[in-house]
């Protein structure tokens, strides 16, 4: 669906809207669902951008703030980045132009993976995660797979109130596997006024369970998501399973470039922004990391870089040469201000040399242009292993 679509016809009366035109229920349907997610999107950001903006105020006008209003400042910019962050991934899976690339993964293992990222999270907020796991190998893009179960742990932390509990099994018929994640929403004695599943969508349908929604579909894979009292449980099923009846289906558009992702990438999923004029450049950056597992964004420019970064950092930057300059100096400076890890990677002109950060006063790893599909994927492994 165009989101265009959505926009008030130019020249409209200020005071009657023009009425969307709907062809089928399917399309009436579309035009909901991302009217809901666009005001959801905006509710999001809206309240905390609210809070934040009378914290600068008060600061303005006192010159004073407290460690526990600056902590809460900082709290409430992080979450207007991360919905940021969210409605952009949402776009991108929507638009339709997203190529996948099929492989042979544990199931387990990428879940794993996710859950043991993001301990250090889970057990600051008081939650406890219940691991039940089945092997079970599946054929899915290992960049959406790792994203769409960072968006479901994300998602399960922020609305349950005591413990989560992620399963692994595979259904007898059709022989699926499955992911199942389950956690109570909200207190068993807690009184509620409306029909229980009317209430718990109201409290769950965040941007969040937008993006783990448009992910799975993006995917093509079935999800389910039912409320029985207080607990919540969705299952998704992974229709392409590897069994000892489907011999030979691993051959199916599976790549073998980069490394196999039988052990889960360990950076799957991390954000790398590519700033490239030429157009020959970045298909070269495409070709080099197109099967790393990684979330790649192209610009054609620092300014436009610099639009990108304001809806939040990238975990790496691949800048060609011919654009380094002082609007890039100044852009490297007002994230490394912000406190984040950005690994930055510059592509030279000439030559097949590969020069890592840090060593014989370099402060930015260094690729040459004959080097990019031999090199390029080992100076990102390497950089961003040091800013994770």
């Known amino acids: 669906m165009d989101l265009s679509d959505l926009n008030r016809a130019p020249g409209a009366s200020t005071t009657t809207a023009t009425p969307i035109p709907v062809t089928d229920d399917k399309t009436a349907a579309d035009i909901t669902r991302w009217l809901d997610v666009v005001q959801a999107l905006c509710a999001e950001m809206s309240g905390p951008l609210t809070a934040a903006l ?125 992911v199942v994640c389950k956690f109570a929403y909200r207190a068993p004695d807690e009184g509620i006024e409306e029909p229980a599943e009317t209430a718990a969508r109201a409290a769950l349908d965040t941007t969040t369970w937008r993006l783990v929604e448009q992910t799975a579909w993006t995917m093509g894979l079935p999800l389910d998501r039912k409320f029985d009292g207080a607990c919540t449980t969705l299952t998704i099923e992974f229709p392409r399973t590897v069994n000892d009846q489907l011999e030979g289906v691993s051959a199916i558009e599976l790549d073998q470039g980069f490394s196999p992702s039988i052990s889960s990438k360990p950076l799957a999923g991390s954000q790398v922004l590519v700033v490239a004029s030429r157009r020959d450049v970045r298909v070269q950056v495409r070709d080099a990391i197109r099967n790393m597992g990684l979330i790649v964004d192209f610009v054609n420019s620092v300014q436009e870089a610099r639009e990108f970064c304001r809806g939040g950092l990238p975990h790496a930057v691949v800048i060609e040469a011919v654009l380094r300059g002082d609007r890039f100096n100044d852009l490297r400076n007002e994230c490394e201000s912000n406190g984040s890890d950005v690994a930055f990677i510059e592509i030279i002109e000439e030559g097949s040399t590969f020069e890592i950060s840090g060593f014989g006063g370099l402060n930015m790893a260094r690729v040459g242009r004959d080097a990019i599909m031999a090199s390029l994927p080992s100076a990102l492994m390497f950089e961003l292993s040091k800013t994770t």
Do not use: Y
């Open 54 to 178: 009378e914290r600068v105020q008060t600061l303005a006008a006192t010159g004073r703030i407290d460690r526990a209003s600056l902590r809460a400042l900082g709290e409430e910019i992080q979450q207007v980045r991360l919905a940021g962050m969210t409605g952009q991934q949402l776009a991108r899976l929507a638009s339709g132009r997203l190529r996948q690339t099929h492989e042979r993964l544990r199931l387990t293992d990428t879940l794993k993976d996710v859950l043991n990222q993001r301990a250090r999270e889970t057990q600051a907020r008081g939650i406890v995660i219940k691991q039940m796991l089945k092997p079970a190998e599946v054929i899915v893009d290992a960049c959406l797979l790792f994203s769409l179960f960072n968006a479901m742990l994300a998602w399960s932390l922020t609305h349950a109130q005591s413990n989560i509990e992620f399963r692994t099994d595979i259904k007898t018929w059709p022989t699926h596997a499955r």
